[in-house]
């Protein structure tokens, strides 16, 4: 079975414009969450998606949104990128809803400039 | 909010050798608990998971870890390393309740392992 696949993996974006990250999660998956992962702050959880429903949202500004499709496929989106933004985006998927194991896809690296 | 701490952020071993990593949490009751493992360039693999009952548990590549209320800890222990286990490793708390997969993570273990 193929495991989370997360495009692009490496994007170079400049301040100011917005950028979308999709993530394809394991067949069967319904629960895609989505986290940051940069040296100073470390994993942080951005938002879970659920069935097409937003479950849970972390403490990130509007600036970041997201989606999930019906066929459980999510994207999250960026708006008006700060050079704080580059980060490791990791999308992570789950059978149900809590507390079971995460499938973590390899992330997409963004880079801002 | 529950909060997860491992206090060492660089840990090097022989290849051979025990490990242990630790890892405190903060939460209200008991909470699931994760460890996670990173190889570089990678995303993150999960090791074992706590939800309730026997408080030690087995995990995969020969990892095993301890629930300790009393101490609110939950250490990852291997004993006997390989190189192949050089690595940043997560520990996260997941809330009970309508919490979905949230889980709050550690900063992190990099483990370096000397031949």
């Known amino acids: 079975k193929a495991g989370v696949t997360q495009t692009p993996r490496y994007l170079i974006k400049t301040r100011g414009q917005q950028v979308t990250l999709s993530c394809s999660p394991i067949?069967?998956?319904?629960?895609v969450s989505w986290y940051q992962q940069t040296p100073g702050q470390g994993l942080q959880f951005l938002f879970e998606?659920?069935?097409?429903?937003?479950?849970n949202k972390g403490n990130f500004p509007g600036r970041f949104s997201g989606r999930q499709f019906s066929n459980s496929r999510s994207e999250m989106n960026v708006s008006t990128l700060e050079l704080g933004d580059s980060a490791l985006y990791l999308c992570a998927s789950s059978l149900e809803l809590g507390p079971g194991a995460l499938h973590f896809g390899n992330g997409t690296r963004l880079t801002v400039t | 909010a529950q909060s997860v701490t491992q206090p060492d952020i660089h840990i090097t071993v022989s290849e051979g050798a025990s490990l242990e990593l630790r890892c405190n949490y903060s939460?209200?009751?008991?909470?699931?608990l994760f460890w996670y493992v990173q190889s570089p360039g990678q995303g993150l693999q999960l090791l074992l998971k706590y939800f309730s009952g026997d408080t030690l548990v087995q995990g995969i590549k020969g990892f095993e870890a301890e629930f300790k209320r009393s101490q609110s800890s939950f250490n990852l222990r291997k004993p006997s390393v390989h190189w192949s286990d050089a690595a940043e490793y997560f520990c996260a708390v997941g809330a009970r309740g309508n919490a979905g997969n949230m889980l709050t993570f550690g900063g992190g273990t990099r483990l370096m392992v000397k031949p």
């Open positions: 998606y659920f069935s097409e429903t937003q479950r």
């Open positions: 939460y209200g009751a008991t909470p699931y």
């Open positions: 067949s069967g998956h319904r629960s």
